[in-house]
């Protein structure tokens, strides 16, 4: 059964940075593409960036050049390194598989 646990978000202020995390299980994690997706309250799921299994990225336009993209193959986890975080970054996040995605993890921007 895939499981995927999102972590790291938290309340930060305008400017600041965090760093998420999504262990992932129940799969061969490195022989699949991997995405963060986003949901702010009355909004629809967002599309923030994915990875591939060969390590090519890509990132929605509002995220570009502010949020990173990363994984561990060895420890089964994917990560996205958001800096220069905004108001308008204030979502739930969601790392998925395919169609299957965690409990997600709450990033609120304010000051």
């Known amino acids: 059964e895939v499981h995927l646990v999102e972590s790291g978000g938290g309340l930060v202020q305008p400017g600041e940075s965090l760093t998420l995390s999504c262990a992932a299980s129940?799969?061969?994690?490195?022989?699949?593409?991997m995405s963060w997706f986003r949901q702010a309250a009355g909004k629809r799921l967002e599309w923030v960036s994915t990875?591939?299994?060969?390590?090519?990225?890509g990132y929605a336009e509002s995220v570009k050049g502010r949020f990173t993209i990363s994984r561990d193959n060895a420890k089964n986890t994917l990560y996205l390194r958001m800096t220069s975080l905004k108001p308008e970054d204030t979502a739930v996040y969601y790392c998925?598989?395919?169609?299957?995605r965690g409990q997600g993890t709450q990033v609120t921007v304010s000051s």
């Open positions: 998925r598989k395919g169609m299957t």
């Open positions: 129940g799969f061969l994690f490195a022989s699949y593409d």
């Open positions: 990875i591939d299994i060969s390590g090519g990225t």
